[in-house]
Nanobody, 120 residues
C-alpha cells in the first residue's frame, strides 16, 4: 500500500499564502501524475492542479495565476504553493498520486486531506 502524508494546511487571512506538501511512501516503483483536489462541504471533489511525470501542469481556472504545483521526484513529494488566497479557497485539500509498486499496476492513491481556511 502507498501512503500519502499531507501537511501545510491551516488558517490564513485573505491575500495570504500557504504551501501544501504531500509525501508518498511505501515501496513505490514509479509515480505518474501527482496533484491536488479540493472539496467544499456538500460538494464533489474537484481538481485544483496536477503535474505529470514529465512536468506538464494543469490548473483549474479559478486558481490560475495564484497557485503553483511542483514535484520533487527524488522525495516522491508534490507541493502546492497557494498565493493571493481568497475566502472561496476555503476547503479540504486532498493529494492524489497515480503510482505503482513493484509487480503491480498503477493505482490512484489519496491522502486524508488537509483543511485550508481563508478568513479574516
Amino acid at each position: 500500500q502507498v501512503q500519502l502524508v499531507e501537511s501545510g494546511g491551516g488558517l490564513v487571512q485573505p491575500g495570504g499564502s500557504l504551501r501544501l506538501s504531500c509525501a508518498a511512501s511505501g515501496s513505490i516503483f514509479s509515480i505518474n501524475d501527482m496533484g491536488w483536489y479540493r472539496q467544499y462541504a456538500g460538494k464533489e471533489r474537484e481538481l485544483v492542479a496536477q503535474i505529470t511525470d514529465s512536468g506538464v501542469t494543469n490548473y483549474a481556472d479559478s486558481v490560475k495565476g495564484r497557485f503553483t504545483v511542483s514535484r520533487d521526484n527524488a522525495r516522491c513529494t508534490v507541493y502546492l504553493q497557494m498565493n493571493s488566497l481568497k475566502p472561496e479557497d476555503t476547503a479540504v485539500y486532498y493529494c492524489k498520486v497515480i503510482a505503482r509498486r513493484i509487480g503491480e499496476q498503477f493505482y490512484d492513491y489519496w491522502g486524508k486531506g488537509t483543511l485550508v481556511t481563508v478568513s479574516s
